[in-house]
């Protein structure tokens, strides 16, 4: 039977990160060294929690675009085609990224860039990043970008071009805080406000109108 490693309790990517400390804390605690068990123990604990890959409830409805990641609403611009909202992911947020909508991958297009805090809004032009575009089952294209920041400088993304992907279905993340933008285009409704903290692949930016 082929494992599903999606519905892991930790992104697989980060395994690597924690068998170090893991190692160390058995060692300690072997030994009887709390100068290495109880510090490796809390490093372990807080690399299981970064990568952590919790189940998500994904809300049913017609036209809804969801968060594709956790974190805080930092930016909300209207363009001329389009609305960006920004979401900043910091070290304690979850840092798998989730599709915002059903439909068919177009384009997966990957850009060399800064590593610039990933609050800042010109992270978006300067950092390193992944964009995504979507056709969404509605027929809107939403595009949306995992941007690296001044700690993540590494982007995972597990969908081509052509892929077809479920609502709220993981489609990557992003390694050691982060953010990500979606450009929502018009005829979609934003249902989030600057401040406000969403839950990838349960809150919803907004509805198809």
């Avoid at 807080?46 to 968060?67: A, K, M, T, Y």
Wanted: with cysteine.
């Amino acid at each position: 039977m082929r494992l599903n490693w999606k519905a892991f309790p930790l992104v697989v990517e980060g395994i690597p990160y924690l068998i170090p400390p893991a190692v160390i804390t058995v060692i300690g605690g072997l030994w009887g060294k709390g100068y290495l068990f109880f510090p490796f123990l809390a490093l372990t604990i807080f690399v299981c929690s970064f990568f952590r890959n919790p189940p998500r409830s994904i809300p049913d409805g017609e036209g809804l675009i969801l968060s594709p990641a956790d974190g805080r609403i930092v930016g909300i611009e209207k363009g001329a085609e389009t609305t960006k909202v920004s979401i900043f992911m910091s070290v304690f947020n979850c840092h798998v990224n989730r599709a915002p909508a059903a439909g068919t991958i177009e384009e997966v297009r990957y850009q060399r860039g800064r590593f610039l805090p990933a609050n800042k809004g010109e992270a978006s032009r300067q950092n390193e990043q992944n964009t995504l575009q979507l056709q969404s089952a509605e027929g809107l294209k939403v595009l949306f970008t995992q941007v690296a920041g001044i700690v993540a400088r590494r982007i995972v993304c597990y969908v081509r071009r052509g892929d077809e992907v479920q609502r709220g279905e993981i489609f990557g993340a992003i390694l050691f805080g982060s953010r990500v933008d979606i450009y929502l285009p018009h005829g979609v409704k934003v249902r989030v406000r600057e401040g406000e903290r969403v839950r990838g692949g349960e809150s919803v930016l907004g509805v198809i109108t």
